[in-house]
């Protein structure tokens, strides 16, 4: 038995492991996981639990997961329902689960209140693609299962799709990179990618070398780079962009360190100055 299945996206250790992956990983104990739900607006997972490490991704608002291990530093090993990206992350950041997701956040974010008053004291914001517990609604207001309040315009339904991903993406024009990032407030490339194709109802891997894999069916690009099409994924090593047009790029970059868009000829070369060609073209649906 080989130990040999992706850690990022598979729950085992040498002395730990997923009870599903029994008989498939070798593994010093194997537990069942605990439900559990993400309380924070966004919760980090990290490689291993040091709090100075940097993100590999993060869970927002009311994102299920399993938990594995908890240590009295306050850690949680985890691996998310969505994605099934396996990490650690603050145990603060988690409750039991609560009622099943009704609604979820359908702008870049909105504020969660104490009472239905918009002059009320936030307890906090909620990013684009969270899920809630709505209660009921009244007038203006969300009432959420934990007693917390939402602007109601700005949730959709739960399975509400979106009909373009890449409109989706260019609502984040703007917003700052963040390595690991999923949010408004800082995200990076892949996070980028899978958000807005998630919203289109679409399945999308976490990391950019993931995508190049999965999303959608790779061209070929043996005899140069294809005449591009909106919705198309440009991949180089460690880096994807989507494209806007048949010649705008856009991407969650580090070189404009946001989400930037610009002439794709340009990028390309820029990047491939710094020693990385384009590795791969991806076409994805869901572009009108």
């Not at 291990?69 to 145990?91: F, H, I, R």
């Not at 880096?239 to 856009?250: A, F, K, N, P, Q």
């Amino acid at each position: 038995m080989t130990n040999d299945l992706d850690p990022r996206r598979h729950a085992y250790r040498p002395d730990l492991a997923d009870r599903r992956l029994a008989g498939r990983v070798a593994a010093g104990r194997f537990v069942e996981g605990a439900e559990r739900q993400v309380i924070a607006t966004t919760a980090v997972l990290r490689r291993r639990p040091e709090p100075d490490l940097g993100a590999d991704t993060e869970a927002l608002f009311g994102e299920r997961l399993r938990v594995f291990e908890e240590t009295p530093e306050g850690w949680a090993w985890v691996q998310l329902d969505e994605d099934g990206y396996v990490g650690w992350m603050a145990s603060a950041a988690l409750a039991v689960a609560g009622p099943a997701a009704n609604r979820k956040v359908a702008v870049l974010r909105t504020f969660r209140y104490p009472r239905p008053d918009m002059k009320s004291p936030p307890l906090g914001h909620l990013a684009f693609s969270s899920r809630v517990a709505v209660a009921d609604i009244d007038g203006k207001f969300a009432r959420l299962a934990d007693g917390s309040f939402v602007i109601a315009r700005h949730l959709g339904e739960i399975d509400a799709v979106e009909a373009d991903f890449v409109a989706v993406a260019e609502r984040f024009l703007g917003v700052p990179y963040l390595w690991g990032g999923k949010s408004s407030l800082g995200l990076d490339c892949s996070g980028l990618v899978q958000i807005a194709l998630h919203a289109a109802g679409l399945c999308c891997p976490r990391d950019s070398d993931m995508q190049a894999a999965e999303a959608g069916a790779a061209l070929d690009i043996s005899g140069g780079l294809p005449a591009f099409r909106r919705g198309d994924l440009v991949f180089w090593r460690g880096h994807v962009g989507i494209m806007r047009s048949e010649t705008e790029l856009l991407h969650a970059n580090a070189f404009h360190m946001l989400v930037a868009s610009e002439p794709a000829a340009g990028a390309i070369a820029r990047i491939a100055a710094d020693g990385l060609p384009v590795s791969g073209v991806r076409r994805v649906g869901a572009v009108v």
